[in-house]
């Protein structure tokens, strides 16, 4: 019979041979991978570098847009002021432009005009915007002029945005610029002008020129619909083009090509399409993108493969140790399970587990869950009948886990129950909880814990708050929201604290949720958390669910959440829900993503609407501009520079009421000032012109800050 010894040796021989040639396999392996991720990397930069110019390209799309609107004010209130303001604002508020303005049709302004239009621009000697005065409007011949017909014969519908070719300005600067331009329509739908955006792009032109992942990469840009290349890099003397030869037939190899082979050297391409439909390509010499990969790839297997070695060596030292101890060590672990089995099962029984525990009552539903993260937990929950009209509920959450923090979660429990029991009000209960538990607590250990005592005659709920997470009210009708209350100090710390009672209304349809912070604070395995957002999105999409079945739903999300990681802290919660019929709103609503595409889809929401209660025409052309208006705020600013979500609502009767909520930055579009239109128009503040009108259009506009999000509710009587 081998000796263990001999085996062991036999054992590392051939493990030391498999590891050879897995050190093999890898280093094929990970080359490969080195090189994908290589790839993907450039590819990264490319599309973060395409991100940027998007961004840019967007504002320039949305300012077209946006003027495309002023511009039929300006036309229907024939007033320069307007129009004036419009253009310089804009100017202002976007930097990278160089020129604004609106451009009408012949007659279409006045019956008597040919020629209207504004156009302001930033004077780069006097380093401010201005109106241009360097022509006449009704003398300058601008529809037979290539940018207005280009920009004009390519737009079919409302907010179609047109992008003229690039040029070189001639006006003194003599660098890259391009035009948008977007449609002015009338209220029947024709497009009587344009507005206008000048962009100059010679800092973007820079910066693709300096993107250099290796010594001899280069970039293209180019705008196809345009047959125009607007800037290559390549460096060879010998490969010189001058401006007017730059057209797409002039690059001497195919553009479209994932790769290909130029003057000798096989090139990889990295390809994006920009939002205006310029492409922009990265030619990088392939031999140049994995040099470095292979030669760190190699330097790496060596390395591993001697620090096996060594550890193989080790390994083989320790090995007669371990397997002694590890005898040892399962024999401890079987007593110490069994012994914990029997605590788990004390705990359980500590808590109420029958479900519905009292079925004689039929004012309300209750349930309640605790799952520890270890063999026992630190976590309780608990609910009794302080006399035939009161019914107490807690949770609490003891600072660690396993048998420490459950020793102490019984001791806590007992001495809440008992002293509330004893007639007191739920802020003397932990008062005198408090004390005692501060009383020999040598290892500093503490609780956090809510108490409430619901009245069910009245629907009063007193509650009592040390320092535990917020709960949620879900009133009848609506969605769950966070009761906003000023915690106590946690429990067992310091004495003679006082804590504080608070107090709300349960009335019949109201549900309330507690839970412990094992359920916010639940992790996956990239250590993200649940996160309260989470925990409220989950409650509203559960929100009808009765409560036996709410508390798995939620369960269920953790687990879907975590995806298998391990569960790091108890979770516990609890569920009480008031029975009675609940409410439902009248008011018609709509949620839409915050761009200026969902504009059409508002617009025939309202107006379907206000058709279906017959609104008088007039004042149904007055109530589409303050909505536009003020979802135009939302787009532009309300997530900028991220995007998100807008709900409208409409109600219609005596008086028509609009309600428009968003989750963006906090505005409060009423503390804005309205234009003081007495003072020169280069003297006036910047902003507020969108404003005033929908005050002048609406009877009463309201503005609150409310769970995070913007509310603004603006009535109307319907005459």
């Given at each position: 019979m081998y000796s263990l010894r001999l085996k062991i040796l036999a054992i590392t021989f051939v493990f030391m041979t498999l590891l050879g040639a897995a050190f093999v396999a890898y280093s094929m392996v990970t080359t490969a991978k080195y090189k994908q991720l290589r790839i993907e990397s450039i590819g990264k930069t490319v599309a973060l570098e395409t991100e940027k110019i998007n961004k840019l390209i967007g504002m320039v799309e949305r300012g077209a847009i946006s003027l495309s609107r002023d511009g039929l004010?300006?036309?229907?209130?024939?007033?320069?002021?307007?129009?004036?303001?419009?253009?310089?604002?804009?100017?202002?508020?976007?930097?990278?432009?160089?020129?604004?303005?609106?451009?009408?049709?012949?007659y279409a302004y006045d019956k008597n005009t040919i020629r209207a239009g504004i156009y302001a621009f930033f004077d780069k000697e006097k380093g401010e915007v201005r109106l241009d005065d360097t022509f006449i409007m009704a003398e300058y011949d601008y529809h037979n002029q290539n940018w207005y017909r280009e920009v004009f014969d390519a737009i079919k519908k409302p907010y179609q945005v047109v992008w003229a070719k690039p040029y070189v300005d001639d006006t003194g600067s003599f660098s890259y610029m391009t035009?948008?331009?977007?449609?002015v329509f009338d209220q029947d739908d024709n497009l009587i002008g344009i507005s206008t955006v000048d962009w100059e792009i010679e800092k973007v032109i820079a910066e693709l020129s300096a993107m250099k992942p290796t010594e001899n990469s280069f970039i293209l840009l180019y705008a196809p619909e345009h047959d125009y290349i607007i800037t290559d890099t390549y460096e060879p003397k010998h490969y010189q083009r001058d401006i007017s030869d730059a057209i797409l037939d002039t690059i001497p190899w195919d553009t479209e090509a994932g790769s290909f082979v130029f003057e000798g050297v096989r090139y990889l391409s990295f390809s994006r399409t920009l939002d205006n439909n310029w492409l922009l390509n990265m030619e990088i010499p392939e031999n140049e993108i994995f040099a470095d990969v292979e030669k760190n790839n190699a330097r790496f297997s060596v390395i591993m493969a001697v620090?096996?070695?060594?550890?193989?060596?080790?390994?083989?030292?320790?090995?007669?140790?371990?397997i002694k101890a590890h005898t040892r060590e399962r024999e401890e672990k079987e007593r110490i399970g069994t012994e914990l089995n029997i605590a788990a099962e004390i705990q359980t029984m500590m808590l109420p587990s029958e479900f519905p525990p009292f079925p004689d009552r039929s004012e309300f539903d209750i349930h309640a869950s605790m799952l520890p993260a270890k063999e026992v937990g630190g976590d309780f929950y608990d609910f009794f009948?302080?006399?035939?009209?009161t019914l107490a509920v807690v949770i609490a959450d003891v600072s660690g886990k396993g048998v420490p923090a459950a020793l102490f979660m019984a001791i806590a429990k007992t001495l809440i129950k008992n002293t509330a029991r004893s007639g007191k009000a739920p802020g003397e209960v932990f008062a005198i909880v408090n004390n005692i538990l501060c009383e020999n607590n040598e290892r500093g250990m503490?609780?956090?814990?809510?108490?409430?005592?619901?009245?069910i005659k009245?629907?009063?709920?007193?509650?009592?708050?040390?320092?535990?997470?917020?709960?949620?009210?879900?009133?009848?009708?609506?969605?769950?929201?966070?009761?906003?209350?000023?915690?106590?100090?946690?429990?067992g710390v310091m004495e003679d604290f006082m804590y504080n009672e608070e107090s709300i209304d349960l009335e019949p349809g109201d549900t309330l949720y507690l839970y412990t912070d094992g359920v916010t604070e639940a992790m996956n395995n990239d250590m993200a958390l649940f996160s309260e957002e989470r925990l409220l999105a989950v409650l509203n999409n559960n929100k009808d669910t009765p409560v036996e079945e709410l508390l798995s739903a939620i369960k269920q999300e953790i687990d879907s959440f975590t995806g298998g990681a391990a569960q790091a802290d108890d979770i516990t919660m609890l569920a009480l829900h008031v029975n009675g019929s609940e409410t439902t709103d009248s008011m018609k609503m709509i949620t839409v993503e915050a761009r200026i595409e969902s504009l059409h889809t508002i617009i025939d929401f309202v107006d379907t609407e206000l058709s279906r209660h017959d609104v008088a025409p007039p004042l149904k052309n007055q109530l589409d501009a303050a909505v536009e208006e003020v979802f135009s705020n939302i787009v532009n600013y309300a997530y900028k520079p991220g995007t998100g979500n807008a709900t409208i609502g409409i109600n219609v009767g005596e008086e028509i009421m609009f309600r428009f909520e968003d989750s963006g930055n906090p505005f409060n579009p009423t503390e804005i000032p309205d234009p003081d239109f007495n003072k020169p128009?280069?003297?006036?503040?910047?902003?507020?012109?969108g404003v005033f009108i929908v005050k002048q259009f609406m009877d009463k506009v309201y503005y609150s800050r409310f769970e995070n999000k913007n509310i603004l509710v603006m009535t109307k009587k319907n005459i």
């Open positions: 004010l300006y036309c229907e209130s024939r007033s320069n002021e307007v129009a004036e303001t419009s253009a310089m604002v804009f100017l202002h508020s976007f930097p990278v432009a160089v020129g604004a303005g609106f451009w009408f049709e012949p035009t948008a331009g977007a449609g620090s096996s070695v060594v550890m193989l060596c080790l390994a083989f030292v320790v090995n007669t140790k371990l009948f302080m006399d035939d009209d503490f609780v956090t814990a809510f108490m409430g005592y619901y009245s009245s629907g009063s709920f007193v509650f009592v708050n040390a320092g535990h997470n917020p709960p949620l009210l879900k009133k009848a009708g609506s969605d769950y929201a966070f009761i906003k209350a000023k915690p106590g100090f946690i429990l128009l280069a003297e006036r503040e910047i902003g507020g012109l």
